[in-house]
């Protein structure tokens, strides 16, 4: 099994399915669990240059990496180069360097963030692009010559044939509205890992975040502290989501962006999975609808 997490920024994934990947190589030991961030990291911080918010956000994620065990990788065009925040929807070199990162990597299960259907809710340009370039990109990952010019070595010989993945989307608590969710997954038995991991953020959470002023958080004195308040933060959700009390969950909602599962594979393979604070009946039903219409 292979979980690759597509998102934009440094410490993304720890407030989206940090839980649900630790739960994921609990039950099975051998999963391989891969973080791509999509933008450089540059703009996130309101004391340093940009060069330095990109190191220092970098070293953050590479070390709660270490910390979890997964493996955490940096998206980059042809020539090398990461992409900017706020301009990831201007960058031609976005949707190849997707669609190489995909296809060597061939997850079973893809996450990304959603695309928000309510006009009332709000969005981080860069949520959104990476959640379009997704969409966009998912039906050419096994389209083996889409980016020839990009990746020329893609085609050498024989054309490989590429599993498409099962897109899903995380939640965004920049949409503020029209939060909808198929999976809920019970990660209160992970909780503290979850937010020792968000606690390796240093920069984001000790200083950026606090400095915003948006999104409820502040400057914790010690990591104790800290997990104090990230299980205040996933416990909101919670109560946001109108889910069970007393219980933290992460969420999801599946897409028909790549391969269309069955409800039976999805409740086999995601650990932690409530069943009663899913959606199952519905899901099953959507996913029934769209078999039928494409023959799958």
Request: proline residues 6%; contains cysteine.
């Amino acid at each position: 099994m292979k979980l690759l997490f597509v998102h934009a920024h440094f410490d993304d994934f720890e407030f989206t399915a940090a839980g649900t990947f630790e739960l994921w190589r609990r039950a099975h030991p051998t999963v391989a669990r891969r973080i791509l961030i999509s933008t450089d990291g540059a703009a996130g911080h309101h004391a340093m240059s940009r060069e330095a918010t990109a190191a220092r956000r970098w070293a953050e994620q590479q070390k709660a990496g270490a910390l979890g065990g997964f493996e955490v990788r940096l998206l980059r065009d042809g020539s090398g180069s990461p992409f900017r925040e706020g301009c990831l929807a201007q960058s031609a070199g976005l949707l190849p360097a997707l669609w190489k990162e995909i296809r060597e990597f061939e997850p079973d299960y893809l996450f990304c963030p959603p695309i928000p259907v309510d006009p009332l809710a709000g969005v981080h340009v860069d949520h959104l692009d990476v959640a379009e370039a997704v969409r966009a990109v998912a039906y050419l990952v096994n389209v083996p010559h889409a980016y020839l010019p990009e990746y020329p070595e893609e085609g050498e010989g024989t054309a490989r044939a590429v599993r498409t993945p099962v897109i899903l989307n995380t939640f965004d608590g920049y949409l503020a509205a029209g939060h909808r969710h198929d999976l809920a997954v019970d990660v209160g038995a992970v909780t503290d890992l979850m937010g020792d991991l968000a606690w390796c953020h240093e920069s984001q959470l000790q200083e950026w975040l606090p400095w915003v002023d948006r999104h409820h958080m502040k400057a914790s004195p010690d990591a104790m502290a800290w997990r104090e308040q990230y299980r205040g933060v996933i416990s909101r959700r919670t109560r946001a989501l109108g889910l069970p009390a007393g219980r933290l969950y992460e969420v999801f909602q599946v897409t028909a962006w790549g391969a269309l599962p069955t409800l039976e594979g999805l409740t086999r393979d995601f650990p932690g999975l409530d069943r009663d604070a899913s959606r199952l009946e519905a899901l099953g039903e959507r996913l029934d609808r769209w078999h039928e219409a494409t023959g799958a």
